[in-house]
């Protein structure tokens, strides 16, 4: 989830700090940018209650959504750009509860309500009675008993049932009231300052929810031109070799190689979708399944013809890599090991593939094709063994062609690496021994691993490298923010 991306589907391009007039601004924007709808409901889509899906729709898609789509967006907003606020609860005409957001400025609170349709369009200051809100969609004010706040509205003119103009404005809720005389005054919601998470509001009335029909695919949430974004891509995306491989190294020179959930206690599962979320929608990395599994997602999508095959690392575990298909010849496209070729190469024994980190070519045993490097000069055996599986150590002499996998041309699903996937997350030494993460530059790479940040440069003839201890847990997650743009959700057990 990304705070930009927010402000730009909003249309905000001002200041973001936590003041109130900027606090106008951005409610009033997401107000005028982002619909109240229940489209997804009569789609047979469920609205689960979850921050990152609700990002899906109303950024990456476009979409609006009902009360708790918008308004628990917003709250992440707003938490995000320094504003002291909390959601509470306001049930509405006696069924379902509303969640809005109270925000505290200078020691005046403020009621921020984008999920109500017909509604106020900046912020109303929590003070009863006296203090009337003049909106275009009319008059509000709070009118409090006890610990309980009363939100009302007194319209312009009659409301015109027919129209639908109020039936589907405040959800349908108040069309007892819908033939009130002008400057008569209607209870919208009330609510107290009870605090509610996100989670609180999970059981979802039943006049607003539907059975789910049928399973939400890939293509609902996932979305391409995203992708493309992530990697930095704006280029001609028709399915030829020239863009294959432009695609290919805007993602290597974006996305990093890592096994950081490992590490944070995070499951990896063999799931597109969350690929997606990980690697597109939090900016993080992954390693082979994840990225050579999404990256086939992706070229899928755009119109290549290709297919999933499996790679063996040394003698154990499971490579997962792409070829593909391409006016009569075959490319092998792997964005998902580390230290590797940049642009595809071609299914073709014995041609030499000059790239930044060495030279590369396959030879092929019967059906089995080989993938070897020859380096440029002897490396380090740290910076290897995080860049190229942790397999070859002893074979990685300058001049020397080295084995970095094996496969085959059997074509293969995601779900075939499912026991090898929770293999390597359990048993693998590479994977589980110390975390890592690499991403290459224009000349090089830098390799995070345990505690130790190695910049590796490639030149002609030779390569340099540079190498940092990290002496604290705060020195590491710095590293990785600043140099990988890489934000943890959960605590990195770091071992050496």
């Known amino acids: 989830m990304d705070v930009r991306q927010y402000l730009s589907r909003i249309g905000y391009h001002g200041d973001t700090s936590p003041t109130l007039d900027n606090l106008d601004a951005i409610h009033q924007a997401h107000v005028l940018a982002v619909p109240f709808e229940n489209l997804s409901i009569h789609c047979g889509e469920e609205i689960i209650l979850d921050l990152q899906l609700f990002y899906n729709t109303i950024v990456v898609k476009g979409r609006g959504g009902c009360c708790y789509e918008n308004n628990g967006l917003l709250s992440w907003l707003l938490g995000q750009l320094g504003f002291n606020l909390k959601t509470v609860k306001a049930p509405v005409n006696n069924t379902g509860a509303h969640p809005i957001n109270v925000v505290s400025i200078d020691e005046e609170r403020w009621v921020v309500d984008v999920g109500f349709g017909c509604v106020f369009r900046t912020p109303i200051r929590l003070a009863a009675g006296h203090s009337e809100h003049l909106d275009v969609t009319g008059t509000y004010r709070l009118q409090q008993e006890g610990e309980t706040w009363i939100l009302e509205r007194k319209s312009k003119t009659r409301l015109n049932p027919d129209a639908n103009s109020f039936g589907a404005t405040p959800g349908g809720i108040q069309m007892d009231n819908i033939n009130v005389e002008p400057g008569e005054w209607v209870v919208l919601y009330k609510f107290t300052l009870q605090e509610h998470k996100l989670q609180d509001f999970s059981e979802i009335p039943t006049d607003i929810a539907v059975p789910h029909p049928y399973p939400i695919t890939t293509e609902d949430i996932m979305d391409v031109r995203q992708y493309l974004s992530r990697i930095s891509y704006h280029g001609d995306t028709s399915p030829t070799l020239e863009n294959l491989g432009a695609i290919y190294q805007a993602h290597m020179l974006a996305v990093p190689f890592e096994n950081l959930s490992i590490h944070c206690g995070e499951e990896i599962i063999l799931d597109l979708q969350l690929f997606y979320n ?219």
């Open 278 to 496: 990980k690697i597109v929608l939090k900016g993080r990395g992954g390693f082979c399944y994840e990225n050579n599994g999404l990256f086939s997602w992706l070229l899928g999508q755009l119109g290549f013809n290709l297919k999933i095959v499996k790679g063996q690392v040394g003698d154990t575990g499971a490579h997962m890599v792409n070829v593909v298909s391409i006016d009569g010849e075959r490319w092998v496209a792997d964005v998902g090991f580390g230290c590797v070729f940049r642009t595809p190469i071609r299914l073709a024994a014995g041609q030499e593939h000059p790239d930044v980190t060495g030279t590369y070519r396959l030879q092929q045993e019967g059906e089995t094709w080989i993938v070897e490097r020859k380096s440029k000069t002897r490396l380090d055996s740290a910076v290897f063994e995080a860049t190229s599986g942790g397999t070859q150590k002893d074979d990685i002499g300058s001049g020397e062609w080295a084995v970095q996998y094996k496969f085959t041309l059997q074509e293969h699903q995601l779900q075939d690496f499912s026991e090898v996937c929770s293999w390597t997350q359990r048993e693998s030494p590479f994977f589980i021994g110390r975390p890592w993460c690499v991403r290459h530059l224009a000349d090089g790479l830098i390799t995070y691993m345990g505690r130790k940040l190695i910049t590796t440069r490639y030149y002609e003839t030779h390569l340099t490298k540079t190498t940092t201890v990290l002496d604290s847990d705060d020195a590491i997650l710095a590293i990785l923010w600043d140099t990988f743009r890489i934000k943890l959700e959960k605590h990195l057990t770091v071992k050496g």
